[in-house]
């Protein structure tokens, strides 16, 4: 894996941590137990690679 997709989850994440903060309706709305699957739509490849480890 190179480095660009070993450091695009880090960003993601704090990307998707960031909007938690600023929207806590949308955190209370997650279930307890869910597991969030970050994706990126501008980048299909990421995606589809993300998916294979989650499906």
Not at 21 to 27: H, L, Q
Request: aromatic share 12%; hydrophobic share 35%; no cysteine.
């Amino acid at each position: 894996m190179d480095t660009f997709y070993q450091t695009k989850p880090k960003e993601l994440s704090t990307e998707f941590t960031r909007y938690l903060v600023e929207n806590p309706d949308f955190a209370e709305a997650i279930p307890e137990g869910a597991q969030v699957v970050l994706l990126d739509q501008r980048d299909p490849a990421y995606s589809r690679q993300v998916m294979r480890y989650v499906a």
